[in-house]
């Protein structure tokens, strides 16, 4: 369009997009969703040595559509950010209208003892076998507060796989120093309060293949938070050459 001898430039589309499903807290949810979304992730990045959002790969696993939502009615500018969840209405939801290059979203039909007890049992590579790969930081936020060990312990390991050597892993968990190793912390409820012995928890994110870097104190919007490193475990000679 012209007003004379101005040329009036097209804007991109933008819609605001609100996604009727939401997972958090009653406290949380009271709260819209691109705060919350907003200062978790800018928490994340920073603690895990980001200043910006520019071109950063996160593969959010659990990742239900809070942070989806967050990025797309912000702009935030990853470079790709993708969103695994057994969750089919989130995923579904997401993927129709959540559309753009930088952002992908999968169901995986993983088994979980609260939500989705007929899952099946993928192997650690499923996410790569997606063809995603080299993510510069993994994320669950409220995820690992719903896994028993085992089920911890296969995410921390697909995770692994799909982050890029030296990249990080950033999840929140409920912590009991007094606890033997685990306990549901509602027995009615399994999987609802899954409940960790520190020392128990560190040693299977170890095992995964991962460095603890950074643990951090429950927020009032997240429980206790740890940042770890991916260690690189390739022969000395394939870092040289970069294979
Ligand atoms: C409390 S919600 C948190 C959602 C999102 N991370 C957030 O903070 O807004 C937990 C999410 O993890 C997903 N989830 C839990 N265990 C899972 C598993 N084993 N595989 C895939 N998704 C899982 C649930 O479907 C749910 O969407």
Redesign the pocket.
């Known amino acids: 369009m012209k007003y004379g001898e101005l040329t009036v430039q097209k804007s991109p589309r933008w819609v605001y997009q609100a996604s009727p499903y939401n ?2 807290s009653a406290k949380v949810a009271a709260l819209p969703v691109e705060v919350t979304g907003y200062v978790l992730l800018d928490t994340m990045i920073r603690r895990c040595g980001y200043k910006t959002f520019d071109g950063l790969r996160i593969l ?5 559509s ?2 989806g939502q967050t990025i797309w009615n912000l702009n935030l500018p990853v470079g790709l950010y993708l969103g ?4 089919d209405k ?1 995923i579904t939801w997401c993927r129709e209208n959540l559309v753009a290059e930088r952002m992908a979203f999968h169901r ?1 039909n ?1 088994r ?1 003892k609260g ?2 007890p007929k899952g099946e049992w993928p192997s650690p590579g499923y996410i790569v076998d997606l063809g995603h790969r080299n993510f510069d930081i993994a994320s669950m ?3 690992i507060t ?2 028993q060990p085992d ?1 911890a312990d296969l ?1 921390f390991r697909m995770l692994y796989e799909a982050v890029r050597p030296g990249g990080k892993m950033y999840f929140t968990a409920f912590l009991d120093p007094a606890t033997r190793d685990y306990r549901e912390g509602d027995e009615t409820k399994p999987g609802h309060m899954s409940t960790y012995n520190p020392d128990f928890l560190i040693s299977i994110v170890e095992a995964a293949g991962w460095t603890l870097i950074e643990a951090h104190e429950p927020g009032p919007l997240n429980a206790t938070a740890f940042i770890c490193r991916r260690r690189d475990d390739r022969p000395l000679w394939k870092r040289v050459v970069g294979v």
């Open positions: 997972h958090n959010d696993f659990g990742c239900g809070r942070f695994i969840d057994q969750n989130a995986i993983m979980n939500y989705n936020f409220s995820v719903h896994q089920e995410v």
